[in-house]
């Protein structure tokens, strides 16, 4: 494998389920993201990792919970979603923090029914 | 209200012609601002980059203008290929420390054989 992966690539799931979001990076690159792409909304950052540390929260409802366990893996648990959170979700990695070009997943689009 | 802005959702262009997909920004203490593709099914591609203290940027077929004074960069593709025919995002970050990237909402390029 090369580059970002996410998986699933598509995923239906209920209001009351529970679900995760895996995120793979073989770049060897210390920060990863978590975007949300809505339909007719720009980007949005979610949440930013650098060296499995969280730096940055863009006041995130709490049903979605970010796990870094290192610097290759990035998760998205999900929990008691609403039909509104239905979106493509997008993984991007980074060689570094701050000002740097940064490599994004194919992304997982999700529906919430 | 969005910082990073592209008001064309779409432009159609003939194969051979040039493209000219524009963005304006609001906030000036942007400085460095990326262009990303993205085609159906995958995560955006990084395109190329401009700092605020140049005002042109080259690569092959793809050049970034930059007008600091008028909040303004626009993306020149010549000669304009079918296989460019994606969304092309806008971003930038904001200053020295900045992580967060700010995407505006895309243009859809359509280039016709």
């Known amino acids: 494998e090369t580059g970002v992966t996410q998986t699933p690539r598509h995923l239906v799931m209920g209001m009351t389920n529970k679900k995760s979001l895996k995120c793979e990076q073989h770049l060897g690159h210390n920060a990863m993201y978590w975007y949300k792409q809505s339909a007719k909304k720009p980007l949005e950052l979610m949440f930013v990792y650098s060296l499995e540390e969280r730096v940055e929260n863009n006041s995130v409802p709490s049903r979605f919970s970010p796990e870094c366990p290192n610097s290759s893996h990035l998760f998205l648990h999900l929990h008691t979603l609403q039909p509104e959170d239905s979106a493509l979700y997008l993984c991007?990695?980074?060689?570094?923090?701050?000002?740097?070009?940064?490599?994004f997943g194919p992304g997982t689009r999700l529906t919430v029914l | 209200d969005q910082q990073v802005k592209q008001n064309s959702p779409s432009l159609s262009v003939q194969e051979g012609r040039i493209s000219i997909l524009n963005c304006d920004y609001t906030n000036s203490m942007f400085d460095y601002f990326l262009w990303y593709k993205k085609y159906p099914a995958e995560g955006p591609t990084f395109l190329i980059s401009i700092s605020s203290i140049k005002d042109k940027n080259e690569d092959g077929r793809f050049t970034v203008f930059l007008n600091k004074s008028a909040k303004h960069l626009s993306l020149h593709i010549v000669p304009s290929q079918p296989g460019d025919s994606a969304v092309y995002f806008c971003a930038g970050y904001t200053g020295a420390g900045s992580y967060q990237l700010t995407f505006g909402k895309g243009t859809k390029l359509s280039v016709i054989p």
């Open positions: 991007a990695s980074s060689p570094g923090l701050y000002y740097n070009e940064q490599f």
